[in-house]
Every structure is written in structure tokens, then in C-alpha cells.
């Protein structure tokens, strides 16, 4: 992890130095910020920082304000720093486009382990070509190939393939589902989804098993390993 710049926000002078010393072990360059001002001028001064650590409450400029104005310019995965049972942060965080929370007080091990998935997920997001259980998902080309074989796919259904197969492994709700893949401004409902959802499982083959229903929430994309 030699080289890979991982930006830490906190005004707790405590905090930082933990994150600090927990992720430097690994390997990880941590860049410091105390307040929210200092973040964004750390982070535009640095244009290879993989990855942003952001507490909520901060001076000058608080978490959200430092969310919004990095999601101007920027997709970077953001982690956020939480009070524990703040539900409400964590939806306002979503909506703003935060990709992973960790709740106060939490551990430093979970911390560096959640810290090295949302890396490697954000890689495999950003990768051209994408890869699960035989199905081959080309984003430049638009095309997918079952065992080499093209399969036709309508816009969304390949829009809606990709989401499930960069999410593998995570139960997603409907409305998740909408709001990523029809986007908030869309008016339509939860059926449109299951319609969806119904015609790509038919074009999958015998990869249609890999979209589980999950009741009461929504679907999980999941590779069958037998």
C-alpha cells in the first residue's frame, strides 16, 4: 500500500493520531486535516489522494460541507465518521454520496479492514472490465459475455447488471436500486425494478440464480461457487 494517500479529517487531535497510526502500519501516506477548510485545501493540493476519512462535526466547515464540495470535482471514496445510532446522518450521507460509514467509538482493526474493501471495491468500480462467476461486463464496449458468448441486453438491464455485479455480496433495497440505476430525479416505482430484474434473470441463462430475492428488502447479486 506504499504511496497510496489516505486523507484523515477529525478535529480530535486523538482521533487522527489513531487512524494515523493504524493505517501508516499498513503502509498507507495519511495526510491530516483538523477542520473542514484545511481538508479541502489539502485535498486540492493532493490529486492522487485514493481515499477520504471525514468526521461529521468539525469547525469552520463541518462533514457535509467538505462532502459537498469534493463531490463537485471528484468521486473519490469518502468514508465518514459517525455517532453511533445516527441513522439520520447515514441517510443524508448516502443521499450526498458517501460510500462507507464507521461509527464512533470503533475498532481500529475494523476500521483498517473496511478501509482496504472500499479500495479494493472502488478499483473494481473503476476498472474497465469487470468480472463474476463467467459473466464479463465491458463498460466501454457496453457488452456482456456469458462464457464468451455476447448476450443482448437493453441499456438498463446492462445498467442494472453492472450495479449488482460492482455491489456483489450486498442485499439492495428497491429504492437503492432506483436511486442508482434510474437516478432520484426518476418518478417510476418499485415494479419497474422487478420488471428488471425478471427480464435479465431470463438472459442470463443459468447465471439467472445469481440475482437472489431478498424479501422484504430487495435483491443481492451472489456467484453460486457450486
Known amino acids: 500500500m506504499d504511496n497510496v494517500k489516505i486523507l484523515v479529517v477529525d478535529d480530535e487531535d486523538r482521533m487522527r493520531k489513531l487512524v494515523h497510526d493504524f493505517l501508516g502500519r499498513q503502509g498507507y501516506q495519511?495526510?491530516?486535516?483538523?477542520?473542514?477548510?484545511?481538508?479541502?485545501?489539502?485535498?486540492?493540493?493532493n490529486k492522487d489522494i485514493a481515499l477520504v476519512i471525514l468526521d461529521v462535526m468539525m469547525p469552520k466547515l463541518d462533514g457535509w460541507g467538505v462532502l459537498k464540495e469534493i463531490r463537485q470535482f471528484s468521486d473519490v471514496p469518502i468514508?465518514?465518521?459517525?455517532?453511533?445510532?445516527?441513522?439520520?446522518?447515514?441517510?443524508?450521507?448516502?443521499?450526498?454520496?458517501?460510500?462507507?460509514?464507521?461509527?464512533?467509538?470503533?475498532?481500529?482493526?475494523?476500521?483498517?479492514?473496511?478501509?482496504?474493501?472500499?479500495?479494493k471495491r472502488y478499483h473494481f468500480v473503476n476498472s474497465d472490465t469487470i468480472e463474476a462467476g463467467g459473466i464479463v461486463i465491458?463498460?466501454?464496449?457496453?457488452?456482456?459475455?456469458?462464457?464468451?458468448?455476447?448476450?443482448?441486453?437493453?441499456?438498463?438491464?446492462?445498467?442494472?447488471?453492472?450495479?449488482f455485479v460492482e455491489n456483489q455480496g450486498i442485499a439492495l433495497s428497491r429504492e437503492?436500486?432506483?436511486?442508482?440505476?434510474?437516478?432520484?430525479?426518476?418518478?417510476?416505482?418499485?415494479?419497474?425494478?422487478?420488471?428488471?430484474v425478471k427480464k435479465l434473470r431470463s438472459k442470463l441463462g443459468t447465471r439467472e440464480d445469481y440475482i437472489r430475492t431478498v424479501w422484504g428488502i430487495g435483491y443481492k447479486f451472489e456467484v453460486n461457487e457450486a
Open 138 to 163: 465491458d463498460k466501454k464496449a457496453h457488452e456482456v459475455r456469458i462464457d464468451g458468448e455476447l448476450i443482448d441486453l437493453s441499456f438498463k438491464e446492462f445498467e442494472l447488471l453492472q450495479y
Open 176 to 196: 437503492k436500486i432506483l436511486n442508482n440505476v434510474w437516478n432520484y430525479d426518476y418518478f417510476g416505482d418499485a415494479r419497474t425494478i422487478d420488471t428488471h
Open 79 to 119: 468514508m465518514m465518521l459517525t455517532a453511533k445510532g445516527e441513522e439520520q446522518d447515514e441517510l443524508q450521507g448516502f443521499k450526498l454520496g458517501v460510500d462507507e460509514y464507521v461509527s464512533k467509538p470503533f475498532s481500529p482493526k475494523v476500521l483498517v479492514a473496511r478501509v482496504e474493501a472500499l479500495l
Open 30 to 45: 495519511i495526510l491530516e486535516a483538523a477542520d473542514g477548510e484545511a481538508a479541502l485545501e489539502v485535498f486540492f493540493d
